[in-house]
C-alpha cells in the first residue's frame, strides 16, 4: 500500500477534516497499516473511533500542541514512516478570499498563514526527527495550485495564494534540510484537486461538477502519488495525477 513494503505507521494531520478523515479511513483498512495517529481540533464522533487508530487534539496554531504529539510519539517508540497534513482554511464565517487589495487584512493575512504555511514548518520541525533514518519515509502535505506563483493568471485570493506559496517554500527547505540525516524520506506538497468539502462549498455552485472530485476520489488519487514518490521527489509539487506543478 502506498509503495511501502515495511509496516506504515502514520499520522494524519486534520484527521477530521475531508480529506483527512477519507485518508484515515482508507489507512485503518489496509493490513499493511499498523498505526495511526489522527489529529483533531474540535471533538470527534464516536463513531470516528477505531481500533487502529489514536486520536490526539492538536491545533497546529500552538506550537506546543504539536510539540505535544512529538512526545507521544518518543514516549509510545512510535516511528511514524507516513505523515500526511491535510490542514487548511480558505475562508470563516469572518472572512473569505479576497478579491481585491481593498479587502486585504493584517490579521486576516496572519491567520490565513498561519494555517496554510506557519503549520507546515512547524509540523516539519516536531515530528520529522521522530521518522525513522532507513527505510522509505514520507512527509506530504496539501497544498493548491493556486499557490504556484508561476501559474498565477487570474490574482485575487491574495492570502490563500500567498500562504500555500510560502507553504511550498518551507516544503522545499524542509527537504534539503533533511537529506543528510533522513537520505530516503520523500518531503512533498501535493495538489489534491478541487474536493468537494466544506473548504471548497462556498465557491462550487458553478463549478464543472465532472471536475469535482468527492473525497474518496481526491485521496485515490494522492495515494496513487504517494506509491510512485522516491527520495528523488523530495522538495516537489505534485498535482493529483501526479504531474509536477512548478512553484
Not at 226 to 231: A, D, E, G, P
Request: charged share 20%; glycine share 8%; proline share 5%.
Amino acid at each position: 500500500m502506498l509503495g511501502f513494503t515495511d509496516p506504515i505507521h502514520a499520522i494524519v494531520i486534520g484527521g477530521n477534516g475531508g480529506v483527512g478523515r477519507e485518508f484515515v479511513r482508507q489507512l485503518q483498512d489496509s493490513e499493511q497499516v499498523h498505526s495511526i495517529v489522527a489529529t483533531h481540533r474540535k471533538p470527534i464522533p464516536e463513531s470516528f473511533h477505531h481500533s487502529k487508530v489514536t486520536w490526539a487534539q492538536v491545533d497546529v496554531r500552538e506550537e506546543t500542541t504539536i510539540e505535544a504529539l512529538a512526545t507521544h510519539l518518543k514516549d509510545t517508540g512510535v516511528k511514524p514512516n507516513l505523515i500526511i497534513n491535510c490542514i487548511g482554511i480558505l475562508h470563516t464565517s469572518e472572512f473569505g478570499p479576497e478579491k481585491t487589495w481593498r479587502h486585504l487584512n493584517a490579521q486576516t493575512m496572519h491567520d490565513v498563514f498561519a494555517i496554510n504555511a506557519f503549520a507546515v514548518a512547524l509540523l516539519g520541525k516536531h515530528l520529522i526527527p521522530q521518522m525513522p533514518r532507513q527505510g522509505r519515509t514520507v512527509f506530504a502535505s496539501l497544498s493548491a495550485r493556486v499557490g504556484s506563483i508561476a501559474d498565477n493568471r487570474l490574482g485575487g485570493w491574495y492570502s490563500y495564494r500567498a500562504s500555500k506559496t510560502a507553504h511550498n517554500m518551507f516544503v522545499k527547505t524542509l527537504s534539503l534540510e533533511s537529506l543528510r540525516k533522513y537520505p530516503e524520506l520523500a518531503i512533498v506538497s501535493l495538489h489534491p484537486g478541487t474536493v468537494d468539502t466544506t473548504l471548497s462549498e462556498p465557491f462550487t455552485a458553478r463549478y464543472d461538477p465532472n471536475k469535482l472530485f468527492t473525497a474518496a476520489r481526491s485521496v485515490n488519487e494522492l495515494s496513487s502519488v504517494i506509491s510512485n514518490l522516491t527520495n528523488k521527489d523530495t522538495g516537489g509539487f505534485f498535482a493529483w495525477d501526479g504531474q509536477a506543478i512548478p512553484y
